[in-house]
């Protein structure tokens, strides 16, 4: 079956040390999203890449860095990362939009990132 | 602006109940999407439905059902005979059409069905 997948479920880092989370696709999109998710609150969108074009969001910190090596995979890192990021880091993607829209997003699972 | 109010945070129904999530949204666009997705405990979001701006025909599927008003703005969601299956969050979303593949998120509302 045509999907998102994410790898590892659940992660856990240390204060400060640098952490990669990734995120592949079978379904051949070409925009692929990242958000993250802190409890009981909805998802936030940190950046997107619409086929090579990178697209950060203004409000998502330096911190955060993004990869699109292919179509297929897309990574998340996190050069230091603080007690406030822990969170469900959420992978997305998309086809891009037409005339007729078509661009809901099929979602990952999700990494749950723990920092201790 | 582009905003998604979900006014309700928790339900609690019991089983077999109907249940009605409500979603205000706010947006300049005159083309746009709407969109519901439910979120289990497990934490995937799972697409439900896409609304398009120009079509107001309302949908069901299944014990699902979306009324999408334009003129108040609302897309609310109503389950039938609610299950224990059903307790998720439900995400109500807004996309623009001149926004790209922008989402805009309401703060999400927590279902539990009660069996």
């Known amino acids: 079956d045509a999907m998102v997948i994410q790898n590892p479920r659940y992660q856990v880092t240390q204060f400060g040390k640098p952490v990669t989370l990734s995120c592949s696709q079978t379904?051949?999109?070409?925009?692929m999203y990242w958000y993250q998710q802190k409890s009981s609150q909805a998802p936030k969108l940190l950046f997107h890449?619409?086929?090579?074009?990178?697209?950060n969001e203004a409000d998502t910190p330096d911190n955060f860095q993004s990869r699109r090596p292919n179509t297929s995979f897309c990574f998340l890192d996190i050069r230091s990362p603080g007690l406030g990021d822990a969170a469900m880091y959420l992978c997305?993607?998309?086809?891009?939009?037409?005339?007729?829209?078509?661009?809901?997003?099929?979602f990952g699972p999700g990494t749950r990132l723990t920092v201790l | 602006a582009q905003k998604v109010t979900q006014a309700q945070t928790e339900i609690s129904v019991v089983e077999k109940e109907d249940v009605t999530l409500d979603c205000v949204y706010e947006?300049?666009?005159?083309?746009?999407?709407l969109f519901w997705y439910k979120q289990p405990p497990s934490g995937e979001l799972v697409f439900l439905i896409r609304?398009?701006?120009?079509?107001?025909q309302n949908e069901i599927s299944g014990r699902y059902s979306w009324n999408f008003q334009k003129s108040t703005s609302s897309f609310n969601f109503t389950i039938t005979a609610s299950q224990v299956v059903d307790s998720a969050v439900y995400f109500c979303a807004l996309s623009g059409f001149n926004t790209g593949n922008q989402f805009y998120f309401g703060t999400g509302t927590s279902l539990t069905v009660i069996p």
């Open positions: 379904l051949n999109h070409n925009v």
């Open positions: 997305a993607t998309s086809r891009s939009p037409g005339l007729a829209g078509y661009n809901e997003q099929f």
């Open positions: 890449y619409y086929d090579k074009d990178f697209n």
């Open positions: 947006t300049r666009d005159t083309t746009y999407y």
């Open positions: 609304r398009n701006s120009f079509d107001e």
